[in-house]
């Protein structure tokens, strides 16, 4: 299936036109019962219009050619019509076009009751296994892109998105008889039928997830301040993301986000080497492989800081335009009626060369956190991320595991403060990022060392 | 015909083929909407945006048994598609006795402009954009919006249920950063929804100005030298951080999975005395009916302190026994103290005013810690210096519990309307 631009529509000055199909599946299962059951499909046609130095975009739920007729024109109408608050300087925007296909070809997806089953399977057993558990809440789901684009460049492309997720939470009674909880997550590439989520790869984990949580029901406050921490590999990902990923997003830059005046300059410790992945990580395809943006352009790495050092910032055609830079293809819509935005791809700290364990036994006082929930950045690069599960370090051993607490600091500070990187890598694609629009990214990282504020007593 | 019958026929439409295509029970609702948004980008006007969607929401039970599904398509071949796999989801879930659909639920609700005035929007713009330019020039105002939105819906049950609406509201955000040099403040962000725009200037609506003023005096911050307990006078947007943990804890995923902590405290108190909390689900921009096809009356759910009802929807109702509360996705008030939130800021020995909350999920039994942003250290009842990297940590239940003052003031923000708290006994680091 192509898509056809009116001819008259390059006419107008920049201009893509999209077709966006978007498929969602999720499923809950809360202690046996099915409360979720749901399956969205949306799609549409979208046209955005650069003239005269402003945008205009519209979109509808119709993929008919008349109804790329429609949006193409009425985009042009709204870019003229912003023309009221007076005449403006058009950029000049970076040529570049992408011209292919990229889908990816996973098994066969998985039928309903197959995943019932499987779902009512996997509580029976976790009941069974598993005494004392106040509740288990089982979510799986998975969602499908694919996004035709046409531009005045030459672009050409149907990219393609998947990705799937399993997710499994235990409920337990604290010491002091509170609910505490704690959750397992598995992300692939792919649909359900891609990802690993078969009881005998789900119980070594569960088994460690399930111990961990025992450990939680027992444990004490974090005491609050600057300490020694060691992320694990999950955590680093989301500190690649959220601390210096956002604040290197060249819309927050030109917002004034401090790292505008910091390319060139130290931000991290010589360990630190940080990228934004187009679609190819040592050889593999990532998670969420980007060859085109939404935008056309097409998609490189962008590398974000090499041996400590800021080196360059995430782009979409305007803001290279505006910084005087070449586009990176991080301009990305998330549904069928949203213009793209400069969105992170896949966003990794490169692995170095410690064991985690050495890490570790090099930490007289300090804490290990293992699982985050979520987190947010700041233009003053001041990020935080709630952490769900964490042990105390003492003389260099694992003790207690603390409660749910938050880590923050500036990002600078902390990967300056960088004394060890692990040689072990974690990916995931599970979560949302939030920016106008949320997005699918992945995210990945080893294990790091550094000093950052642990919330606490 | 105009366009509500149009979706009253589809939605008749559909809940016919999902009778005959065997399911017991269903629910069929068609949304249409479309939206008129102009785009603030670094300080500048930028883009104008129109929208149309279009929505089909089927629910179908079989012997027990549930399964949903949205879809944008609404030709005959793709909603009967729609059905055959919906079917097939349903026939494949496990049965639950505590699933059904809405009965007798009737409802025509018109509320707010159906169309909308793009000149207005552009004003809006242009005095806000002024407003920036003249009172606050720190400010880059990094994305900013001002549009206008309609719904139109129409909902049927086998039940006999038929709830249709029309409804049309204003909607403006404003998010930035100020800046001297080098020196940037956080991020801030107010945001809100109305039946009107044009009888206040943009800054006056939704605390958007006090955002932008207070936002310009936080280049400056540092850091605590010290740790110490002590209290926070939270603003209208870090209380809805509490009310958001408190609403889950009464709703169905922590009432069935029995983490609540308030699953048996209806009737107790659970909150200071000068703590009430009552819905306003009549405000445009919030939805008048909930996904499981109920018109929501008004709701009380705490006064003086005291806990009057839990929010199971339908499902959560029959899962657990408890009484069914439907109520709307948003749309909440806390009732205003008697004393000024300059009388509440005056009164706190140590601790902070705090704009914002930056923090993870907090803990099903309340912890939480979190970094304080857009806020300012307050000793001896002075506003100071703004903060930095300072963390608070606490428990959401117990801070219900340690109110000590309620401001006269709110913000009106159209899906809440809440004041400035002052609560102690929170560990500042």
């Known amino acids: 299936m192509s898509l056809q631009a009116p001819p008259w529509l390059a006419g107008l000055g920049y201009s893509e036109l999209r077709r966006h199909e978007l498929r969602k599946s999720r499923m809950m299962m809360v202690d046996g019962s099915l409360t979720q059951n749901t399956r969205v499909s949306e799609g549409g046609t979208s046209a955005r219009v650069y003239r005269d130095g402003y945008w205009g975009f519209a979109s509808t739920p119709a993929t008919s050619a008349a109804a790329a007729e429609k949006v193409a024109h009425r985009a042009g109408q709204n870019a003229q019509a912003m023309s009221r608050f007076g005449a403006r300087a058009a950029y000049s925007l970076p040529e570049g076009h992408y011209r292919g296909e990229h889908v990816f070809r996973g098994k066969s997806t998985l039928a309903q009751q197959e995943i019932v089953d499987r779902l009512s399977a996997l509580h029976a057993w976790c009941q069974q296994r598993y ?50 909880e704690l959750t397992e997550t598995l992300s692939c590439k792919g649909h359900l039928a891609d990802l690993d989520w078969s009881l005998e790869s789900l119980a ?147 692995p170095g060369t410690t064991a985690l364990s050495d890490m570790i036994a090099g930490v007289d006082n300090g804490y290990l956190l293992m699982k985050t929930a979520n987190g947010q950045a700041d233009s003053t690069t001041e990020f935080m991320f709630g952490i769900s599960l964490a042990y105390e370090i003492r003389s260099g051993r694992l003790g207690r595991a603390i409660r749910d607490t938050t880590l923050s600091g500036s990002a600078i500070k902390v990967l300056q403060s960088v004394d060890a990187v692990s040689d072990d890598m974690h990916w995931s694609c599970s979560g949302y990022c939030g920016k106008k629009q949320p997005m699918v990214v992945s995210m990945g990282g080893p294990a790091l060392r550094a000093r950052a504020h642990l919330g606490g007593q | 015909m105009d366009d509500h019958t149009s979706l009253r026929d589809s939605a008749e439409q559909a809940l016919a083929w999902m009778k005959s295509a065997g399911f017991d029970h269903a629910q069929a609702g068609v949304s249409q909407s479309a939206m008129t948004e102009l785009n603030i980008t670094l300080n500048e006007p930028s883009l104008m945006r129109s929208t149309e969607l279009r929505k089909l929401s089927l629910v179908g039970l079989l012997d027990g048994r549930r399964a949903a599904t949205e879809l944008g398509a609404l030709d005959e071949a793709s909603v009967r598609e729609a059905i055959a796999q919906l079917f097939m989801a349903a026939r494949s879930a496990p049965q639950d006795a505590a699933n059904a659909v809405s009965c007798g639920q009737q409802a025509q609700i018109e509320r707010g402009p159906a169309e909308a005035d793009a000149g207005l929007l552009a004003d809006k713009v242009a005095e806000l954009l002024q407003f920036r330019a003249q009172e606050t020039p720190r400010m880059m105002i990094e994305e900013g919006t001002a549009s206008h939105q309609r719904q139109d819906t129409h909902l049927l049950t086998t039940g006999g249920s038929e709830l249709r609406c029309r409804r049309g509201w204003y909607e403006m955000t404003a998010f930035g950063s100020a800046h001297e040099g080098a020196r940037t403040s956080s991020f801030n962000v107010a945001a809100g929804t109305s039946a009107e725009l044009a009888s206040r200037p943009a800054p006056d609506w939704f605390g958007i100005g006090d955002m932008l003023r207070d936002t310009s005096q936080q280049v400056d911050t540092r850091p605590l030298d010290r740790k110490f307990v002590g209290e926070v006078v939270l603003t209208p947007p870090a209380v809805e951080d509490l009310l958001g943990w408190l609403l889950g804890q009464l709703s169905d995923t922590a009432l069935i999975s029995g983490s609540s902590l308030y699953r048996e405290r209806v009737g107790q108190i659970v909150a200071a005395p000068s703590l009430g909390l009552r819905s306003r689900f009549e405000v445009p921009g919030v939805a008048p009916f909930t996904a499981d096809g109920f018109a929501p009356g008004s709701v009380e759910l705490l006064r003086d302190g005291r806990l009057l009802t839990l929010l199971p929807r339908l499902y959560g109702s029959r899962r657990t026994g408890l009484p069914h509360v439907p109520v709307a996705e948003g749309g909440w008030e806390i009732s205003p103290g008697e004393r000024s939130r300059g009388d509440l800021v005056a009164s706190v020995a140590r601790g902070a005013v705090v704009g914002r909350l930056s923090m993870g999920m907090p803990a099903a039994n309340g912890d939480f810690s979190g970094v304080i942003k857009n806020s300012f250290l307050v000793e001896s009842g002075v506003v100071g210096t703004a903060l930095s990297e300072v963390m608070i940590s606490g428990n959401i239940a117990r801070m219900l519990q340690d109110l000590r003052a309620v401001s006269r003031e709110r913000i009106d923000t159209g899906a809440t309307l809440l004041p400035w708290l002052q609560i102690g006994g929170l560990h500042f680091s």
């Open chain 1, 131 to 180: 005494q004392g558990l106040k509740s288990t809440r089982l979510v799986v789901g998975d969602e499908h892109h694919s996004k035709w684009l046409s531009t005045s460049h030459g672009g050409e492309s149907l990219a393609s998105i998947q990705r799937a997720l399993c997710q499994v939470t235990f409920i337990a009674e604290g010491a002091d008889g509170a609910p505490v």
């Open chain 1, 204 to 350: 070594p984990r569960l088994d460690e997830l399930h111990t961990h949580l025992m450990a939680k029901c027992q444990a004490v406050a974090a005491e609050g301040g600057l300490h020694t921490v060691v992320l694990a590999p999950p955590l680093a990902g989301m500190l690649a993301h959220e601390a210096m990923g956002h604040p290197c997003e060249a819309d927050i830059v030109l917002g004034g986000a401090v790292t505008g005046g910091l390319l060139g300059q130290r931000v991290g410790s010589e360990l630190v080497t940080m990228l934004d992945v187009a679609h190819t990580f040592e050889g593999a395809e990532t998670m969420i492989p980007v060859y085109v943006d939404d935008e056309g352009t097409p998609a490189r790495d962008a590398v974000l800081i090499r041996g400590g050092l800021l080196t360059e910032f995430m782009n979409s055609r305007e803001t290279a335009a505006r910084l005087g830079v070449t586009a990176t293809g991080n301009a990305r819509a998330y549904a069928p009626s949203d213009e793209p935005l400069v969105r992170m791809r896949n966003t990794v700290i490169l």
